[in-house]
């Protein structure tokens, strides 16, 4: 499937955030998603998932124009950078509601399963935030929408949700804006820069140095 966003216009106030900005992410590809602090990355998700409304924007799924949110048509997931996770449930409740096996969780870390009847609550800021990515990353979406899934994550865990997704991009469109972008340019299959509110198309890691990135 191919998920287009096009000529988005955003403002806040009388600010202008984005410019005429094309973004495009498609099944069997990670499109990662670069730029500095404030420079939009968050509010392009916002706008592609449907739930951010801007002046202008066209969103096309296989060449065909939508008009309806992506969220109320497919089943498009987005990971806020904020915390989202009820404290108040357990963890088989919350991987039952996002259609995620616990048991391939568990056998991926194995230090989770003492928790298998606690609940939420229980987790410090890093575990929490690693079941949060999970959950997105494995519910069976036709894209997700990742925003900074790496922070606050162990190196380790990091590696292994790296291995993951690229798994599961053969089933999914997955985009991933994170600041880590080492990691990011490592598992990306397609790159965009977002800086004063216009996005470029970038070959590499040499780009993003030309761009004065990193
Ligand atoms: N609800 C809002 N009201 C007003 N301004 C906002 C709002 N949300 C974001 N902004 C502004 O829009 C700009 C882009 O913010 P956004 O969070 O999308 O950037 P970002 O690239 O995700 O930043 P970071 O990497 O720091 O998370 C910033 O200048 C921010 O202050």
Same mark, same amino acid.
């Given at each position: 499937?191919k ?12 600010? @202008?955030?984005?410019?005429s900005?094309?973004?495009?992410? #498609?099944t *069997? !590809?990670?499109? =990662?998603?670069? =730029?500095p ?15 951010? /409304?801007?002046? /202008? !924007?066209?969103v096309?799924?296989n060449? @065909?124009?939508?008009l !309806?949110p992506?969220?109320k048509?497919?089943?498009v ?9 009820p404290?108040?449930?357990?963890f088989? &409740?919350?991987?039952n509601f996002?259609?995620v ?5 568990? @056998?991926t870390?194995?230090s989770? #399963? ?6 939420? *609550?229980?987790?410090? =800021?890093? +575990?929490k ?15 997700v ?16 949700? &790296? !291995? +993951?997704?690229?798994a599961?991009?053969?089933n999914?469109g ?9 990691d ?5 299959d397609d790159?965009?820069?977002l &800086? /004063? =509110? /216009?996005?470029k ?5 040499e780009a993003? &140095? *030309?761009?004065?990135?990193?």
């Amino acid at each position: 499937m191919k998920f287009e966003l096009d000529n988005v216009e955003l403002y806040f106030g009388q600010k @202008q955030v984005l410019y005429s900005i094309y973004f495009k992410a #498609e099944t *069997g !590809k990670i499109t =990662g998603l670069l =730029g500095p602090n404030g420079s939009g990355k968050s509010s392009l998700m916002r706008v592609f998932f449907g739930n951010l /409304n801007c002046h /202008n !924007k066209l969103v096309r799924i296989n060449d @065909q124009g939508t008009l !309806k949110p992506l969220y109320k048509k497919h089943r498009v997931k987005l990971l806020p950078q904020h915390d989202f996770l009820p404290n108040n449930i357990n963890f088989k &409740k919350i991987f039952n509601f996002f259609e995620v096996e616990w048991s391939y969780f568990v @056998q991926t870390f194995p230090s989770f #399963e003492k928790y298998s009847s606690e609940k939420i *609550g229980k987790l410090s =800021g890093g +575990e929490k935030r690693l079941i949060s990515v999970w959950l997105i990353l494995k519910s069976p979406a036709e894209l997700v929408l990742l925003d900074e899934p790496f922070t606050h994550l162990s190196p380790l865990y990091i590696e292994i949700i &790296k !291995k +993951e997704m690229t798994a599961e991009k053969e089933n999914k469109g997955i985009v991933i804006s994170d600041h880590m972008y080492h990691d990011i340019v490592e598992i990306s299959d397609d790159l965009y820069f977002l &800086k /004063n =509110g /216009n996005i470029k198309k970038i070959a590499d890691k040499e780009a993003l &140095k *030309g761009l004065g990135y990193c």
